[in-house]
């Protein structure tokens, strides 16, 4: 089977509309993402049914703007690939719906690419080309999920931790709205933290120490909650600092073990907070020390974007032959 001389992805799981076109397996072409979150920003977080309205508004105008910018026509495109899962159903359902109305109307082939998988195809995209090559461990730590996946081969997934209760994104943002830090309050409070003292407040390392490579954040919100109630003219840097002190110590040393126990010599991180610079100045040291490489996508490719659904999904299409029928339905909850 040939490879899909172009492939359209298209991303829309949460409050981010992503188009990207992919020449081959991972020469990215053109990748464009409109993010919603200013708009989400006044309700403090995503509201489903504003995120879908504003997908359905915005995808017909990214779609001709990313075709104009790969210099190609829609008639070009060899293949259709579109997250069908995990994520708001809404939002999904709009951006698979407009993926399999273009394959059906190019008659090309049309694929749902799971997002988190999508995420683990982010890195691929990287140079050096063979920075993603499996075996390796997969940190994938975004607002919406933190686990630990084994990846022995593209498209085998052994997932060997997770979180039981918040991810770490989420509780970075609500951690941020304690701070009176407008959604999404991730990148805020990573430059925040640089100018406060992460010694100045010992927060809780939750299951840091426990076996197993589970994580929950969840108890450290709430203590951050009840330290400021304790102390309401805390400084919000120290704050920032000490939670995100936290935060980055419990995934590098989940991370570097899990990865050790599994004797990979490769650890990637993938996912919005993958972009976070504390995690990345800390695990790429620890990784080093351990015998182990750290890698992380671009800072454009670690948030929510259409270049991982595309790679993903040309990737099935060339290795396995994979497309999916027209009858797909977004599946909400999906996994790996």
Do not use: W
């Not at 080093?288 to 750290?294: Q, S």
């Not at 974007?305 to 027209?326: C, V, W, Y």
């Amino acid at each position: 089977m040939s490879c899909p001389s172009y492939t359209l992805g298209i991303e829309t799981s949460c409050d981010e509309t992503a188009v990207a076109i992919l020449e081959g397996e991972t020469t990215l072409v053109a990748n464009f993402v409109y993010s919603q979150a200013e708009l989400h920003a006044r309700y403090g977080g995503v509201v489903p049914e504003v995120a879908s309205r504003n997908h359905l508004r915005m995808l017909p105008y990214l779609i001709r703007e990313t075709l104009t910018h790969a210099g190609i026509s829609i008639n070009q495109l060899s293949l259709v690939a579109a997250t069908y899962g995990p994520g708001l159903v809404g939002p999904l359902l709009v951006g698979l719906s407009h993926g399999k109305g273009i394959a059906f109307g190019l008659d090309v082939p049309f694929i749902g690419v799971n997002h988190l998988e999508g995420h683990i195809f982010a890195n691929r995209l990287g140079e050096p080309a063979d920075r993603g090559s499996p075996p390796f461990m997969a940190l994938v730590v975004s607002g919406g999920h933190t686990s630990l996946v084994a990846v022995p081969e593209y498209g085998e997934y052994q997932v060997v931790g997770a979180t039981v209760d918040d991810a770490a994104g989420e509780a970075l943002d609500k951690m941020g709205k304690m701070l009176g830090i407008a959604y999404p309050a991730g990148p805020a409070i990573d430059r925040l933290a640089y100018r406060g003292d992460h010694t100045a407040i010992r927060f809780p390392r939750p299951m840091e120490a426990a076996p197993g490579f589970d994580f929950s954040f969840a108890g450290l919100k709430t203590a951050v909650l009840y330290h400021l109630r304790k102390y309401p003219n805390e400084k919000p840097e120290d704050v920032a600092a000490s939670f995100l002190a936290s935060v980055v110590s419990v995934l590098v040393k989940k991370s570097i073990d899990a990865t050790r126990r599994y004797r990979f010599e490769r650890l990637v991180v993938v996912g919005g907070v993958a972009a976070n610079c504390h995690l990345r100045e800390a695990l790429v040291p620890c990784g080093t020390e351990h015998g182990i490489k750290v890698f992380f996508p671009s800072l454009k490719l670690c948030t929510d974007n259409a270049a991982m659904i595309a790679a993903a999904g040309a990737f099935h299409f060339l290795h396995e032959g994979k497309s999916d029928p027209l009858s797909l339905a977004p599946a909400p909850s999906l996994g790996l």
